[in-house]
């Protein structure tokens, strides 16, 4: 059996038959022509940021804030530019001298009043240019404060701009920490612990035929309100002549005993038993080899230190299911405690006693001797009269007032009566033989004195200890 990135090389097919779901969870499906498919994701865009790839997120990231910078420094340096704060003015470099950290400011009063003119003042202190406009910008944004450039009360325009970008700068933060940290703490990661057996098998247990597979869980923490579900898709031909390629049908796995929650402390074997409601009733080993299906198996349940819904999915095509097969034991008791060897794991042991028949054909087989029993105890019970009257009665025979000629009647009677059931039960004997041959081991006890014929099926002793089987 040989794997191609999904696809799987099937026994006895020169043929690649497409998975529905890998083996690692992820379906395998790709949507097409979808029509606005780029608005309908752009109106969920939380949504399609927690999903895209790591790569892409990041991508966006820095391309959001650098644009929302760029953006915002091409407005400082076009207001700039509009006040005329890189062109020369009498006193410009005094004024920003001046005005640096430590400078003499005594006579600047003075100063002020002489002439009676207002000093002039540019909208951004300190900017000269594009790049001093895009500094100025980043500052802003990221509140770093230099306390270098800075904007000044000459312009209303820059003073709404630095506002305006603040505004901006706390959503972009807001949605970008939140979309970081709703993607890191998805539990999707949380699969890679969480394990599938490589195979399913189909065996007896408890007289009944079941599928069964094996699911574990790598990690001490546990897996909140487990619960698995099943599903069978096959292709499916309606009544009507509908041609249903994936057709969804359910597998119960004791939804309604409630034995699909599971306690997932160590490996568990899910069972589906094969009954009169199963999709599977009457899937024979035959049926199996030549058969093409996929089941889907999923296991659902809550992380324990995040407490978010977590769902690990894997399948099984009908090449990966072994008939006549069991787990190997993985659970080990060492001294004061349990010890689970993931070791066997996958590992399955065959059982050769395991019959080859549907389980709808099982049951037909158990109940043909069950009938035949029955349709035996209502011929001796005919061989046996009521009372004398009836028998002579049913004969046709006249039975007179002396009790040596109703003796002597119906002793010829039932001598002939005798040789007639004996030579019945003879022939029922060999159409039951025949009947039950191949199929069941049926034990037949013939009462020739009595007339009694019973049968009883031989049960096929199960292993005890199914480390036995190992060496299959």
Known sequence: MINYNGKIQTRGSSQLRSRFVKKNGQCNVVFTNMEEKRQRYLADIFTTCVDIRWRYLLFMFCTTFLVSWLFFGIIFYSVSLAHGDFDEHPG?????????????????????????????????????????????????QTTIGYGWRCVTEECPVAVATVVIQSIVGCIIDSFMIGTIMAKMARPKKRNQTLMFSKNAVISLRDGKLCLMWRVGNLRKSQIVEAHVRAQLIKSYVTAEGEFIPM????????????????????????????????????????????????????????????????????????REIFWGHRFAPVILEDHERYKVDYAHFHKTYEVPSTPHLS??????????????????????????????SAFCYENEVNCGDEEDDIFDCSQMRRKEREDKRRTELQKMFQDTATMTSGSQNVMCVLDMDKYQMEFDILQTPYPLDPLTYQSH
């Open 92 to 140: 410009m470099m005094a004024d920003w001298t001046m005005s640096l950290p430590g400078a003499n400011t005594g006579h600047s009063s003075a100063g002020d009043g002489a002439g009676g003119h207002r000093r002039w003042k540019p909208c951004l202190l300190h900017v000269q240019g594009f790049v001093g406009a895009l500094l100025f910008s980043v500052e802003t």
């Open 247 to 318: 057709e969804q049908m359910d597998l119960s796995v004791g939804y309604d005993e409630g034995t699909d929650r599971l306690f997932l402390v160590s490996p568990l074997v899910v069972v589906h038993e094969i009954d009169k409601d199963s999709p599977l009733y009457t899937l024979s080993r035959a049926d199996l080899e030549l058969d093409d299906f996929e089941i889907v198996v999923i296991l659902e349940g809550m992380v324990e230190a995040t407490a978010m819904t977590t769902q690990f999915r894997s399948s099984y095509l009908s």
């Open 359 to 388: 389980a709808k054909e099982l049951d037909e087989v158990t109940s043909r001797p069950s009938s035949a029993v029955s349709r035996a105890s209502r011929a001796t019970k005919d061989l046996i009269p009521r009372s004398l």
